[in-house]
């Protein structure tokens, strides 16, 4: 007959494999997978991103007779076709993120709570108010940063604007939904402790985001760094997507609204070369820290509300 001991010790051991969500653990920290995961969740999204985005700006050239389909000028058709791949592409990279750690993927949205309407339309009255501030203290301080030249309004002008506030929303989301979403808790999960897993979750999401960017001046990737961080430690206070989405639609509608309004009727360019970086940055590092004390004093009184 078999040791009861030994019977007892092998019928106590646990008979299925461990939760792939740990909801003692902060939102960003949450997830468990196995190692190889995460590397997919990592590449596979940037790299579909650019795939789409080629073969769309070279045929947008075709249709406008540009020669250079990469170039920074940005029309109509070509600010709607990077929205629309960016947007797609966050929602790909949530429900390639959500089968390979085979949870729900409104668990990639916020966790353990829902994700929370009221704490969107809060935030994004916030970043509304912030990035505006920032956007008048650099027409004072740094006017140039800003890349505008004359009021105008043509055709073009109201083509970029039905673009930008109709998709804007949908490619600010997908970033979020991309970085903080699905690329800060896969890399995240590579580490067992809390608040090295947080740190590596950011480092890695913060970084991917800078070199999708694609800037070749240090202090401009450097921004996108701290806007990566800001970001990523918003998901952690409010344990939910909903502050850095919030940030991000404010940041991009009011910066590509205003840049349309006053490019003189024509279309725009994004500089990200090197030496373009101007005092702009220090006025809106100070934007991102703002929205993160505003998220926090927020989730604060929250709390505080509920006892």
Known sequence: MPDDAATRT?????????????????????????WWKPLL???VPP?????????????????EGSSDPLSPTITPLKFLASNLSIGLTGFLAVVLAARLAQVPWRRLLSSPRRF?????????????????????????????????SEFGVSGTTVAMLVAVVLTTPMQAAGEELMFRGAILPAAASWVRAVRPALALGIAVSSLTFMLVHGSSDPW?????????????????ISRGLEAPIAFHVANNVLG?????????????????????????????????????????AYEQRRRSAAG
């Not at 740990?22 to 997830?31: K, W």
């Not at 790299?47 to 249709?63: D, E, G, R, S």
């Not at 929370?116 to 301080?141: Q, S």
């Not at 961080?229 to 998901?235: D, F, P």
């Open 116 to 148: 929370d309407r009221m704490r969107l339309l809060t935030h994004l009255g916030g970043g509304v108010v912030l990035v505006a501030l920032g956007l008048a203290v650099t027409r004072i301080v740094a006017p140039e940063d800003l890349g505008w």
């Open 41 to 43: 969740i990592i590449l």
């Open 220 to 236: 401009l990737a450097a921004y996108y760094v701290l806007v990566g961080v800001s970001t990523g430690v918003m998901i952690i």
């Open 256 to 296: 590509f609204s205003l840049t349309s309004i006053f490019s003189g009727g024509g279309a725009f360019v994004i500089d990200r070369s090197a030496g373009v970086a101007g005092l702009s940055l220090l006025v809106f590092a100070a934007v991102n820290i703002a929205m993160v004390v505003l998220v926090w």
């Open 10 to 34: 092998r019928s106590a051991r646990p008979t299925s494999a461990p939760t792939a969500i740990d909801d003692s653990r902060p939102f960003g920290a949450h997830l468990r997978m196995s």
């Open 47 to 63: 790299v579909v991103m650019i795939l789409v985005q080629i073969p769309l700006y070279q045929a947008i050239a075709l249709v």
